[in-house]
Nanobody, 123 residues
Framework: QVQLRESGGGLVQVGGSLRLSCVDS????????MGWFRQIPGKEREFVAS????????EYAASVKGRFTISRDNAKNTVYLQMNSLKPEDTAVYYC????????????????WGQGTQVTVFS
């Protein structure tokens, strides 16, 4: 079974950068779309970015497009989220997720989730 673990979160000043990593320790995720979602208390978990099976097709939420980049290395069972020009509104718990679909931007199409990693952007 897919077992996802995120790392790389932390505290960063406005305008700074972080790179999140997500490793599947349970199963190769070559045949899963991979996504990043984020959530703050009292709000729904929201889509951030996703990459298709081979990484050729990527999608981004409008709020992060141009600042965040998703990439994946299937040989290492790892997906990354490079976050640049961070803003206070990027503060959230970020979750890595896997979907059996070739590509998806929908939360309900993702079946496996990591534990989340906190990202806090301060001014």
């Amino acid at each position: 079974q897919v077992q996802l673990r995120e790392s790389g979160g932390g505290l960063v000043q406005v305008g700074g950068s972080l790179r999140l990593s997500c490793v599947d320790s349970g199963h190769s995720f070559s045949n899963y779309a991979m996504g990043w979602f984020r959530q703050i208390p009292g709000k729904e978990r929201e889509f951030v970015a996703s990459a298709s099976w081979g990484g050729e097709d990527t999608e981004y939420a409008a709020s992060v497009k141009g600042r965040f980049t998703i990439s994946r290395d299937n040989a290492k069972n790892t997906v990354y989220l490079q976050m640049n020009s961070l803003k206070p509104e990027d503060t959230a718990v970020y979750y890595c997720a896997a979907s059996p679909w070739q590509m998806s931007v929908r939360r309900d199409e993702y079946d496996y989730w990591g534990q989340g990693t906190q990202v806090t952007v301060f001014s």
